[in-house]
């Protein structure tokens, strides 16, 4: 038997849960148990493997503080139909969910804002750039 593909919007729509749940500090575990579900079933909606269904994704809004729409945000067209953004609009849009839906991308944003000095900033980015040119060598 073939292995199902997840749907895109399913897929942005688990990052998004993911996201917020990183964002507020809470686990997989604390979440499944607020929904009533494995922690499992949690990684599987994340994912986008499982589809949430209406009146789940309405619970997770509220258990996790934002609207429903929240979790279609930042769609890139390609996923939502839209035609109205670019293909290089989507790719960085799709680079960017990345980043901030993983564990190291949102502890470095999260450390980043702490940063109230703007030159130490900027020098972090600086720094961030030529290691980032480093690797591609």
């Not at 079933?41 to 258990?63: D, H, P, T």
């Not at 290089?88 to 680079?95: D, F, Q, V």
């Amino acid at each position: 038997m073939a292995k199902r593909n997840a749907n895109p919007i399913d897929v942005h729509v688990g990052n998004r849960v993911r996201m917020r749940r990183m964002l507020i500090g809470m686990s997989q575990e604390k979440l499944g148990d607020q929904l009533g579900l494995t922690f499992q079933q949690v990684q599987k909606y994340e994912k986008g493997s499982n589809r949430v269904s209406a009146s789940r994704l309405f619970q997770m809004a509220q258990i996790l503080g934002v609207n429903v729409q929240f979790f279609y945000d930042d769609m890139p067209g390609s996923v939502s139909g839209n035609p109205s953004t670019g293909f290089s609009e989507n790719k960085n849009g799709a680079l960017i969910m990345d980043l901030i839906s993983s564990a190291e991308g949102l502890q470095l944003n999260q450390a980043f804002i702490e940063i109230k000095d703007a030159d130490v900033r900027r020098r972090i980015i600086d720094l961030v750039k030529v290691l980032g040119h480093r690797a591609e060598a």
